[in-house]
Every structure is written in C-alpha cells, then in structure tokens.
C-alpha cells in the first residue's frame, strides 16, 4: 500500500484509456481485475486482523475486484461474505462472480460485519445512488468497525469529487493511480485514509498529488512527480541571493505583517514592509509605500492583497506593484482589484474559493477550471481550500493532499501568500514555488496541531523548512 504523495491524478477517462491501452498491449482484463482483487485482499486481510468480512459487490468491474477479493481472502482463511446489489453486469464481473463459490446475499438484506469492504461502484458511476442502494449501504457502513472502499467509496463522483450518496470510509484502496475523488472535497473527506494498489497500468498524467520535499540523492529514484524543492542558503548566499520580497501593506496592517513575518519565516534573505507601523521583529525593513520602493531591482517578489483595502488609494498601490515589473504574488483584496487581463504572466494569484468565482466563475470541476484560469491569464493559480489545486499556464496541476482542518483560521492565507513569495524571491519558477509554499503551510500547520493561530503558523514555518 503506497502513499499518494507525489503520485499520478487520473480521471475516469484517462484511467479506461490507461487501461485499454495495457490490453492492448497484451494484458487481459480479468488479468487486471485479478491484480487488482488479490491487491486488495492482502490489504483487506492484514487490516481485518481475523475479523469478518462482507464485500459489497456491484454490477461493473469494481463489482468484479469485490469477487476477486472475496475469492482470495476465503483461501486466505478469512470469514468472508459476499453481499450483491444485483447480478453481475460486465463481462469481466461475470466471469470473477462464477469465481467466487460461496452464497451471494441481496444487499437490503444483507448481516453487518465487522469489516465492511465497499466494491458497489467504482469510477464507473453514472448517478446518484438510489435510496434502495444508498439505505443499505449506509446501515451497514454504521455497524462495521472498520470501512474499506475499493478504488473510490461507492457514491462519489470520480471527477469532481462530488459525494452522491456515498458512505463514509475509514480507509480507500485506489488502484493503481490517485483519481481527483481522493483528492477534492467533499469526496476526500468520504474516502479517509487513501493508499495507492499497483495492478501494472502504466499511467502518466499532467496532473499530480503535491510531493513533499525529497533529500537531493533520493529525486531521481522515487517514481513519483518531480519533488518539489525549498531553496537552501550555500556558503556564498548573502541576503538577497537568498530572496528579497517586498510586502504592499494596506489598510488592515496585521495581514500583512502576518505575510511579512511568514516570509522570513519561510527563508526569505530580506522582507521590506511597503506601509505604515513599526515594531517587532526588528529583523522587518519597514519603509512608507512608494512607487519607487518598487522599483528596486533587487525585489524577487512583490506581495499585494493581504489586508490591502479596496478603496482608490489601494487600488493606486496594485497599479504601481503590477507596473514595477517584478514578480508577483497577487492576493486578498488585490484578487478583487484587479481586471483578469491585465494579470502579468508570470504572476502568481492565491484565490480562495470566492475569490476565484469572482474572477473566473465557477464552470467545472475545481482541477479543470483552476487548470483553464491559468491557461487564461498565464498567471500560476493557487485555488486554495481543504482541497487547494495549483495549476500552470502549460496545464500541469498539483493538489495538496493532506492538509489539516485547523488552518481555516483567519490570517492563514496572509501567511501562505508570504510564504509563496519566499520561495520565488529565492529563484523557484512560478509554479515550483507556489508548491513549495504551499507544502510548508500545510507541513507548519499539521506539526502545529489544533487551535493555533496564524501567528504560530508564520511562526512555525522555519522548523519545517529542513
Ligand atoms: N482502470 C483499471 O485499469 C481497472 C479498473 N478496475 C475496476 O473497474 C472499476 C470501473 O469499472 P466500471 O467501468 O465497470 O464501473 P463501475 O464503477 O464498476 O460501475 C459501472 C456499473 O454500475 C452501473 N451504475 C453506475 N452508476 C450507478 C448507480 N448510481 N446506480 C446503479 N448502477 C449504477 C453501471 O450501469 P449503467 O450506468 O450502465 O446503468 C455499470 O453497470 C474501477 O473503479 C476499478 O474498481 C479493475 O477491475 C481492473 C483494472
Ligand atoms: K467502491
């Protein structure tokens, strides 16, 4: 069982066509199915602990893992049952439920087990569960101890991660490759802990699950998504080798102090606060915002939005942080600012979920409309939430796995667009380095726990950056 760091996203499309292609390639799908179901049944076997069992089957191929599953954990030893929503419909499902030689029970009237395996629908779903469904499923998701869902938990749309009926469960068995559902809320929520099943497809994909960082030896041989990297000082850094950002401040200052102070948190060699206020830390060049502050050639990153106001004075401020020509990290009130065409390329936005319906409507699936919005504007968008997409102008995507409830705290976004504008100051590419920030936003928070507050996570960003 594999973590989902850094692994492959695969739609419901992508993975059929993956799949039609190792068929093609001399791979049967009853091959497949078997690799799949043996996968989890060892999984299923070793989580159940002695424990018994029943496997829900449905109609489609995730139907047919179910048989196959049930089949090997009864030669395993385990105490299995088999309970079916209806008789097996693929042909590959037919032929894996002739497998499996045991009683089938009608699912409404199924025995609760204690371990309860979920192999009803797949990314094969075409539309909410119906109740004679969706009833059962959820009583006997209730009475087990411990739910296990094959690839997806039945009732989640594969794609938009939309939740249509589906049980909540403790752990999701994905094979072979991440599907958005594991990712994107609310489906991630419904899935629990996921882990990766190989069955032998190759699958390659523009869109992955953000990796955490790797030690350099180790890059080339994790067969995962390019790791993303933390810029570290050498001995010839000084402090602007290291990243100079400036922060546009505004009218409510404690934002962007909060961006500031993640900034140097985050490695950042020199933070210039562009507004009113003083005090600690001492470490923060504090300076009236001027058009010419802007201007100093040696700004790696401009922040803009954090706390900036929305009224002609702040407006003035983004014009002249859009016109001083160095890179960007575009966020707050600048999001709502600013006119979409008039983004450089380059720029790095950090829209949460209103702000980014504001500016590019709300059309699709959150990968595919973060991924067309940076098409659009040539700009890195950072969609953030529970479930934050970043995505490239040339269509890659990361998603951010893990991240931690507790960070829906105001002023956490203050501190991610900081932090974001550390690691472009310090020389990452735009979407190398809205990776990086994300991933030691959601590294501070988890090592944090519950209850903090922004504060503590600017504060806690230099113990994760390693
Ligand atoms: N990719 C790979 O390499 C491999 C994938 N494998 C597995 O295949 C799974 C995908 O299989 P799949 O395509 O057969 O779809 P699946 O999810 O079983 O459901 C389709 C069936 O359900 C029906 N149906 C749909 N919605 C419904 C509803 N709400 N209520 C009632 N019925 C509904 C639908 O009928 P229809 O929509 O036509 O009415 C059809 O009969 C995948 O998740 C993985 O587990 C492995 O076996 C091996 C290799
Ligand atoms: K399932």
């Known amino acids: 069982m594999i973590p989902l760091d850094g692994q492959p996203i695969l739609t419901a499309g992508e993975m059929r066509a993956a799949e039609e292609a190792t068929m093609v390639a ?3 799908v009853d091959t497949l199915m078997e ?35 049930a089949a090997a954990l009864h030669r395993m ?8 929503s209806g008789a097996p419909a693929s042909p590959a499902a037919v032929r894996a439920a002739a497998r499996w030689h045991g009683p089938v029970e009608a699912l409404a009237q199924a025995e609760p087990a204690t371990i309860l395996v979920d192999a009803l629908f797949g990314t094969g779903l075409s539309r909410p569960l119906a109740d004679e469904v969706a009833a059962p499923l ?18 989640v749309g ?162 002249a942080s859009l016109a001083a020509h160095r890179p960007l990290v575009i966020d707050g009130d600048a999001l709502r600012l600013i006119d979409p065409t008039t983004i450089p390329a380059g720029s790095i936005l950090t829209p949460h979920g209103g702000e980014f319906s504001h500016l590019f409507g709300q059309e699709g699936d959150k990968i595919t409309r973060t991924r067309r919005a940076a098409a659009q504007t040539g700009a890195v968008i950072v969609h953030k939430g529970p479930d934050t997409v970043i995505a490239a102008p040339d269509g890659r995507v990361t998603v951010a796995g893990e991240g931690s409830p507790w960070l829906s705290t105001a002023g956490t976004g203050d501190v991610l667009a900081g ?41 806690a960003l230099s113990a994760v950056r390693g």
């Open 419 to 459: 932090a974001i504008g550390a690691m472009r100051a310090a020389g990452l590419d735009p979407f190398a380095a809205a990776g990086a920030g994300v991933w030691l936003h959601g590294a501070a928070a988890r090592r944090l726990g519950p209850a903090f507050i922004a504060d503590d996570l600017a504060d």
């Open 138 to 155: 959820h009583r006997l998701a209730r009475a087990a101890r411990l739910r296990i869902a094959v690839d997806v938990p039945s009732g």
């Open 35 to 69: 690799r799949a179901g043996e996968g989890v049944a060892v999984a299923v076997h070793r989580l159940a602990a002695g424990a018994d069992i029943v496997i829900l089957c449905g109609p489609g191929n995730n139907g047919g893992d179910g048989y196959v599953a």
């Open 158 to 319: 594969s794609d938009d991660g939309a939740v249509l009926g589906a049980a909540t469960c403790d752990i999701t068995l994905a094979l072979e490759a991440a599907k958005p559902a594991h990712l994107l809320q609310p489906a991630a929520q419904a899935c629990g802990t996921v882990r990766l099943i190989p069955i032998g497809v190759p699958v390659v994909s523009h869109t992955h699950v953000l990796s955490s960082p790797l030690p350099e030896g180790e890059r080339d041989m994790a067969c995962v998504a390019p790791s993303i990297t933390l810029p570290t000082p050498g001995p010839n850094s000084h402090k602007y080798t290291r990243g100079m950002v400036a922060i546009v401040a505004g009218g409510m200052a404690g934002a962007s102090e909060l961006a500031s102070i993640a900034a140097m948190r985050a490695g950042a060699g020199y933070v210039l606060h562009l507004g009113e206020g003083q005090g600690p830390p001492h470490a923060l060049v504090r300076k009236i915002f001027s058009a010419d502050a802007l201007q100093d050639a040696r700004i790696g990153a401009i922040v803009v939005g954090p706390g900036l106001g929305r009224d002609d004075a702040t407006r003035r401020m983004l014009d």
């Open 77 to 84: 030893g385990a105490a299995v049952r088999v309970a079916a």
């Open 26 to 28: 001399g791979t049967s």
